[in-house]
């Protein structure tokens, strides 16, 4: 007899929600985690406080009210490290509080230290103090999530040289911050600090950034960082960093030299497998520490499963905690539909981004015809009330059927916007819900009104010149 019937590795998103989904099913669950990352590294280090940092961010420097107040408006002249961190560790805490007290309510088993495999059904729980307990179990969920990447070449000291772990302990806000990486995590500390008046350059050896996104709403963002004073260097590549006494010295192969304060390297991430002994369990990871996984997130050992950041894309929290709860009903013989092929996107920059379904560019590469209806939020009283005028909400609509084929949101609210288009698109519904829906007013989700009358009128062009042949 096994001690446990399920044994998830990793309390984050996906790991609390597959040990969860096992307990409701009548299992008897454990989860290995270390004594200080109850939650994993999106309440630690990741998700949760650089979003929480980000509110912090908007509600001291007044950012958003500027538009009402004038430029010089803020809620707070001197916006200290301290100030920040504050409401962070206040909702860390409590969110590790939730967690603690639903796996309590669930009889999840918290086993505290490390775990590594023994055998493809035997865990190793290291203690802190060294001591190790074995504990044997049925099915095992993988679920350890990844770490900041950091090249080798680069002397991180978490101080001048961080990564994006580290930026949360910084002793001060930087006059001068050098982001190395234009990819979600650099782009949201590159605007964030920029909001407090860092002057931030963007470091980027691709042509342009985020380009799974929609080219308008990323050029929109580009535009309000410019504004902020951030500089965006495309097409270079970091030949080195030289730490010096009053900073950090970052040299480009082009030949320029930009000296900050601060250099934060965003280069990607890492799984977190090499503590893992997988294998002892029959099990291999990737150069950048993945486990392949098949569609119902078995590895290739049929009763271990791996879910979250650690099987790579999209390694988001969201669709971490929908792996975790679709792997472990299938370990425990439970019936499992698949996961919606619709989850939005949401990029927290200031401001944000989020969308979902197909953008104009795969649109066209695919030669999908689409009308495309725009909403401003400028030209919405809600938009007004609330000194949003660069927002914007953007359709794209299929001529055929009428169905909705994409939706991207830009400005205050776009990723809580976004579910309105997930639902009408995951739903099979047409633009003419949207054009005959009645909609709060005011509001931003009347936005949805509006994008769809812009493009309804622009197909019934089409139709009239098309009928008059």
Known sequence: MADFDVVVLGSGPG????AIAAAKLGKNVAIVEKRHMIGGVCINTGTIPSKTLREAVLYLTGLNQRELYGASYRVKEEITVA??????????????????????????????????????????????EGKETKVTAEKIVIATGTSPARPASVEFDDRTVIDSDAILHLDRVPETLVV????VIGIEYASMFAALGTKVTVIERRERMLEFCDLEIVEALKYHLRDLAVTFRFGENVAAVERRPGG???????????????????????????????????LTADDRGRISV????ATEVPHIYAVGDVIGFPALAATSMEQG????????????????????????????????????????????????GISRYRELARGQIIGDSYGMLKLLVS?????????????????????????????GGTV??????????????????????????????????????
Do not use: W
């Open 399 to 427: 001529p055929e059927d009428r169905r909705l084929l994409g939706v991207h949101v830009f400005g205050t609210g776009a990723t809580e916007l976004v579910h309105i288009g997930q639902t009408v698109m995951g739903c």
């Open 180 to 183: 190395v990486g234009a990819g």
């Open 432 to 469: 003419d819900y949207l054009v005959n829906a009645v909609f709060n007013y005011p509001t931003l989700a009347e936005s949805y009104k509006v994008a769809a009358l812009d493009a309804m009128n622009k197909m019934r062009v089409v139709a009239r010149l098309t009928a008059g042949m």
């Open 325 to 372: 709860r679709l792997a472990a009903q299938h370990a425990c013989g439970e019936p499992v539909g698949d996961m919606d092929d619709l989850p939005p996107i949401g990029i927290y920059t200031i401001p944000e981004i989020s969308f979902v379904g197909k953008s104009e560019d795969e649109l066209t590469r695919d030669k999908v015809p689409f009308e495309v």
């Open 248 to 282: 950090a010295l970052t040299l480009l192969e082009s030949g320029k030299k930009i000296p900050a304060d601060c250099v934060m390297y965003s280069a990607g991430r890492q799984g977190k497998t090499a503590e893992l002994c997988l294998e002892a369990a029959g």
């Open 83 to 128: 100030d920040l961190g504050m409401r962070t560790q206040h909702v860390i805490g409590r969110e590790i509080q939730v967690i603690r007290s639903q796996l309590a309510r669930n009889k999840v088993a918290v086993l505290q230290g490390t775990g590594r495999f023994l055998d493809a059904h035997t865990i190793g729980v290291v203690h802190e």
């Open 15 to 18: 790991g609390q929600k597959a």
């Open 294 to 297: 098949d569609g119902d997130y």
